[in-house]
């Protein structure tokens, strides 16, 4: 289908992106335009106006930033994927997004965009919620953190405000010679679109051969991602032996969603599955 017609804006700097976006009535910025073209193509969204990120230098990298690895938004999944500082310091935002879709949707889709998008059904929430990052989000009065607990409020719905671009990134440090947790992202793909029908990311630390703490985040399962609270309670202290009745908390009260793949019943089970063998995995790669 034929998108409805709108403006085009292709601004230089960031200052020129967030003016345009705070002056014009029913305005859309455009990253890798994965998700918000297709939308425009069903005509589910119709915006007035779009904003291109594209040609912004200074919107994608990956780099050192004390005790935490910070990520620009337009920095594509499979450079996310591909990024060695990640994999040796912080790997589970490389692990999740080498899950992400296929190689094109990889060298197009952007951190920034899929964040801000919000699909249920996407990776990189669980990987952001398990790993406590903080969203960077820039408007024309400045900078705001949103920690990422905060940042999922609903369907396909943000903490982020109209007149705000989320920039960056922030997720700490989780391997390597400072941190010492395990991690581990587990999905049940979708056979047609790659999504996650349910995808569970944990980070585990150990103490004496006991879980000290758990965090889990789970996407897929409700209207948006969310940290498995009850399991993480659960295991707390406790021997590794703990986790399969643990997992078992890990739809808790959320309504999951049902469609004409999964029904609500089967996520909440699929959850329950994913969650034990994220746990797990991320139990094993502490160990070592
Ligand atoms: C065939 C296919 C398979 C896919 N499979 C998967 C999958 O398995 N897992 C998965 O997680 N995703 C999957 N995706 C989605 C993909 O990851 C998209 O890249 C992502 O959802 C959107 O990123 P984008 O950069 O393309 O954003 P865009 O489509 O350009 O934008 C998406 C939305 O975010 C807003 N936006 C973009 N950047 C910013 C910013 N910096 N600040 C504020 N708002 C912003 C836009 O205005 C728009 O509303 C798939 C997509 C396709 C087409």
Aim: aromatic share 4%.
């Amino acid at each position: 289908m034929i998108p409805a017609a709108f403006e085009y804006e292709s601004p230089r700097t960031l200052g020129e992106a967030l003016a345009l976006l705070a002056s014009r009535a029913d305005a859309k910025l455009l990253a890798g335009g994965h998700s918000l073209l297709p939308a425009m193509k069903l005509r589910v969204a119709a915006p007035a106006t779009l904003i291109d990120l594209g040609r912004i230098s200074g919107l994608s990298y990956i780099r050192n930033a004390g005790q935490q690895i910070a990520i620009g938004a337009m920095t594509t999944h499979a450079e996310i994927a591909g990024c060695d500082l990640l994999h040796a310091a912080s790997p589970l935002l490389a692990e999740t997004a080498a899950h992400i879709g296929d190689v094109q949707v990889r060298n197009r889709g952007t951190i920034g965009g899929s964040l801000a998008h919000a699909d249920p059904a996407a990776d990189y929430p669980a990987a952001i919620l398990a790993l406590d990052a903080e969203m960077v989000a820039m408007s024309e009065r400045g900078e705001r953190i949103i920690p990422a607990r905060k940042f999922f409020t609903g369907l396909m719905t943000t903490a982020l405000r109209p007149n705000e671009i989320l920039t960056e990134i922030r997720v700490p440090r989780t391997g390597g010679t400072t941190g010492g947790a395990g991690t581990a992202y587990k999905k049940f793909h979708h056979p047609a679109s790659g999504f996650a029908v349910v995808g569970v990311a944990a980070v585990v630390k150990l103490r004496r051969g006991n879980i000290e703490s758990a965090a889990i985040g789970i996407t897929g399962v409700g209207v948006h991602a969310y940290r498995a609270a009850a399991v993480e309670a659960a295991l707390r202290g406790k021997p590794l032996s703990a986790i399969a009745n643990a997992a078992e908390k890990a739809a808790g009260k959320v309504e999951a969603l049902g469609d004409s793949y999964a029904s609500a019943e089967y996520r909440r089970h699929l959850a329950q599955v994913f969650t034990r063998r994220a746990l797990q995995a991320a139990a094993k790669a502490a160990g070592k």
